[in-house]
């Protein structure tokens, strides 16, 4: 027995919702049955024609809905150690099975199982009051948008590096024809000027602005969440001061954009699409932007709730849910848990010495460990100065993965904290 009761208005949304979805993959099948290729274009008939499905039971106001207990199983399972050790596991087959994820039909299917999915959550008013809020509404189209982007990047370069494999140019080498700025690019601008300007006045007239109240100390927002593109350093603050979150980190991200250049020693893989020629700066750049960045927004954004706590996509957000937090320092696991020994009135030197052996273990022995180990390759062709400046970039890029593993399994909150002087690291 289901537990939820369509609108009118979601069953409309939905009918409409799937309608484009049919059409999208009827579009597909058409190309296929073009390039000869008719039982693949069969399957996406019939998932067109599962589409349609929803179509009629809602047209005949069906109550279709996403069954009660698999949104309360889905509500369980979801935790931050779960979503964000889900990443990492798909990002990194991603890349291992690039040339399998990379296939146009294998990301059209998976593109069909996340629309389909998407329009099963819609039917829980949870999950549908959070996605369909104007201002969340943009998080939406950059899941879709990041996950295009790097499905093409990829494509093209499995494609450029099989050809190269085989002795042949890249795809780019095949069309370089050049062409004028008037007319041909000015009127490629015009016509993507004129497209886009529609597309924003159709989204003013159907999307309200996320206007609130002026802001007042009577009344704070809750949760009061920073703009979107600030969301991944809101959550960076869960795990760090707002000094390192907020500052250093931030800092840390803009320098090394600005160094990539000059770091690179990598003479191949400029001008076209490739991921073998440059496996490790895609690789890396991608682990920062996607994983600890994309994510960490789309964390921010569906799943951070009143009082910042973590709450399922089918949930509601309690405002007077308060969660126990029972973090320690490393000076408390050190001391404490080993020698049993109190820390009141102990040298606040002495005290966190365990943890600034630590951070100096990390900062000035693992360089040189790396260098003479894992990376000696790259210390060879890049030298001492460009190594070391990669090196730091990767310490505090890792820093945040780091911190948070510690927080999930030792609840572990400061490696070094000096409240005497505000440092806490």
């Not at 589409?51 to 109550?63: K, P, R, S, T, V």
């Not at 087959?93 to 998407?118: D, E, M, S």
């Not at 996320?210 to 969440?225: D, Y």
């Not at 990376?375 to 970039?393: D, E, H, Q, T, Y």
Request: with cysteine.
């Amino acid at each position: 027995m289901n537990d939820l009761t369509l609108s009118l208005d979601t069953q409309a949304g939905l009918l409409g919702y799937y309608m484009c979805l049919a059409a999208m993959n009827l579009a597909f099948s058409y190309f296929l049955f073009r390039d000869n290729k008719p039982r693949a274009a069969i399957v996406w008939l019939v998932v067109a024609a599962l589409a349609l499905m929803h179509c009629l039971a809602y047209f005949l106001h069906g109550n279709l809905v996403l069954p009660k207990g698999v949104r309360e199983e889905i509500d369980a399972l979801m935790n931050p150690v779960l979503y964000t050790s889900a990443s990492i596991v798909g990002f990194a087959l991603l890349l291992y099975f690039r040339k399998f994820f990379t296939q146009p039909q294998v990301a059209w299917a998976f593109l069909n199982i996340v629309l389909f999915a998407a329009g099963w959550a819609m039917t829980d008013p949870n999950f549908q009051a959070i996605v369909t809020k104007p201002d969340n509404v943009p998080i939406s189209l950059l899941i879709f948008s990041a996950g295009f982007f790097t499905w093409l990047a990829l494509y093209r370069g499995v494609r450029n590096d099989d050809r190269m494999a085989r002795g042949e140019p890249v795809l780019e080498k095949l069309d370089d024809e050049k062409v004028l700025v008037w007319p041909d690019l000015v009127y490629t601008e015009l016509i993507c000027m004129v497209v886009f300007t529609f597309v924003l006045i159709v989204w003013a007239i159907l999307l309200k602005a996320p206007l609130e109240p002026p802001a007042t100390t009577a009344k704070a927002p809750n949760p009061s969440k920073a703009p979107w593109y600030f969301l991944g350093l809101q959550e960076m603050l869960v795990y760090f001061d707002p000094w390192m979150a907020g500052v250093v980190l931030p800092t840390m991200i803009i320098i090394g954009l600005v160094a990539l250049p000059y770091i690179d020693f990598n003479r191949e893989g400029n001008g076209y699409y490739t991921f073998k020629k440059r496996w490790f700066a895609i690789t890396t750049f991608m682990f920062g932007f996607l994983v600890l960045w994309v994510t960490l927004i789309v964390l921010g954004t569906f799943l951070r709730g009143p009082n910042w706590n973590f709450f399922g996509p089918f949930a509601y957000w309690d405002p007077h849910m308060v969660l126990p937090l029972n973090n320690v320092n490393v000076s408390q696991l050190f001391w404490l848990g080993l020698f049993h020994q109190p820390l009141e009135g102990m040298n606040p030197v002495v005290r966190e010495l365990p943890g600034l052996v630590l951070i100096f273990a990390y900062l000035f022995l693992l360089p040189p460990l790396l260098a003479r180990t894992v990376l000696r390759s790259f210390f060879i062709k890049m030298g001492f100065a460009r190594f070391m400046v990669l090196v730091v970039l990767l310490q505090f890029m890792a820093a945040l993965p780091i911190k948070m593993v510690l927080r999930w399994t030792l609840n572990l909150k400061y490696v070094v904290y000096f409240p005497e002087i505000f440092f806490n690291i």
